[in-house]
Nanobody, 115 residues
């Protein structure tokens, strides 16, 4: 049974930082690429950052140079370090893995950037 559990969201002022974590069970973590997505109210879910099993990364243009995705294969966990946060980063952030053409999602963690 695949499970993804996000944590680390919260309320932060513009310019602040947060680190999101996504702990996984039920998959061979080191063999899977992982992604972070977000969904703002009234908008479609969008890809924020992606990391391959070998550690190559890709980012949405809107978060490049501010966000960093990383993984710890020993802990079966993927992280998203978010710096220089902006109000437009406000969203529910979801962790994703695709296993045998099926997408699995966590429950999401809310990030609110506001003064």
């Amino acid at each position: 049974q695949v499970q993804l559990v996000e944590s680390g969201g919260g309320l932060v002022q513009p310019g602040g930082s947060l680190r999101l974590s996504c702990a996984t069970t039920g998959i061979i973590f080191r063999l899977n690429a992982m992604g972070w997505y977000r969904q703002a109210p009234g908008k479609q879910r969008e890809l924020v950052a992606f990391i391959t099993r070998l550690g190559s990364t890709n980012y949405a243009d809107s978060v490049k140079d501010r966000f960093t995705i990383s993984r710890d294969n020993a802990k079966n966990t993927v992280y998203l370090q978010m710096n220089s946060l902006k109000p437009e980063d406000t969203a529910v952030y979801y962790c994703n893995v695709r296993v045998v053409s099926k997408d699995y999602w966590g429950q999401g963690t809310q990030v609110i950037v506001s003064s």
